[in-house]
T-cell receptor
Framework: KQEVTQIPAALSVPEGENLVLNCSFT??????LQWFRQDPGKGLTSLLL?????REQTSGRLNASLDKSSGRSTLYIAASQPGDSATYLC?????????FGTGTSLTVIP | GAVVSQHPSRVICKSGTSVKIECRSL??????MFWYRQFPKQSLMLMAT?????????EQGVEKDKFLINHASLTLSTLTVTSAHPEDSSFYIC???????????????FGDGTRLSIL
């Protein structure tokens, strides 16, 4: 069974810093990997989707990479802002379902 | 872009009540919708896969008689929590994939979730 792990569980950084969130998965047989943002009590907002054949995707200050063979993905956030404070979830798509990580709670201090 | 509407956003009700949550794809057809549950400080866990016109597929440990799923049309799936108890209090989120875009490689689109509180 696919297991998805996110490290760290929580992260606090001063505004302006660049940061990296990590996601690892145990089974490399995936179709794609998606990064989400979740604000407290809210639903999920999709940030980036990386297909299994891709190495990275970029959107604004966000860059996500995927190394399928080693079962790892990273989400890089440049020049962090207080508005980036949220929980970030990664999810791998095996074709039948998504498996979610436990998330990284990010706090950006003004 | 693709939008999934989930209703209601919040429900507070007494123990023993049945609660229905709706998940609608607003601008695309979804032959498959997914229902997730999230307990505080835990990750989302898939409860069931809802298939239009057929029975839902439930994950291990999820009681199908307690969580009734109906996917009667290509744009609507409902989750009914029957005889809800305080331990059913959770955050329920649905997602859908655009059927007309074909493959499993397409992203899932999520509703905003329903916060269910059973007193």
């Amino acid at each position: 069974k696919q297991e998805v792990t996110q490290i760290p569980a929580a992260l606090s950084v001063p505004e302006g810093e660049n940061l990296v969130l990590n996601c690892s998965f145990t089974d490399s047989a995936i179709y794609n990997l998606q990064w989400f943002r979740q604000d407290p009590g809210k639903g999920l907002t999709s940030l980036l989707l990386i297909q299994s054949s891709q190495r990275e995707q970029t959107s604004g200050r966000l860059n996500a990479s995927l190394d399928k063979s080693s079962g790892r993905s990273t989400l890089y956030i440049a020049a962090s802002q207080p508005g980036d404070s949220a929980t970030y979830l990664c999810a791998v798509n095996t074709g039948n379902q998504f498996y979610f990580g436990t998330g990284t709670s990010l706090t950006v201090i003004p | 872009g693709a939008v999934v509407s989930q209703h209601p956003s919040r429900v507070i009700c007494k123990s023993g009540t049945s609660v229905k949550i709706e998940c609608r794809s607003l601008d695309f057809q979804a032959t498959t919708m997914f229902w997730y549950r999230q307990f505080p400080k835990q990750s989302l866990m898939l409860m069931a896969t809802s298939n239009e016109g057929s029975k839902a597929t439930y994950e291990q440990g999820v009681e199908k008689d307690k969580f009734l799923i109906n996917h009667a049309s290509l744009t609507l799936s409902t989750l009914t929590v029957t005889s809800a108890h305080p331990e059913d209090s959770s955050f329920y989120i649905c997602s859908a994939r655009d059927a007309n875009r074909g493959t499993v490689n397409q992203p899932q689109h999520f509703g905003d979730g329903t916060r269910l509180s059973i007193l």
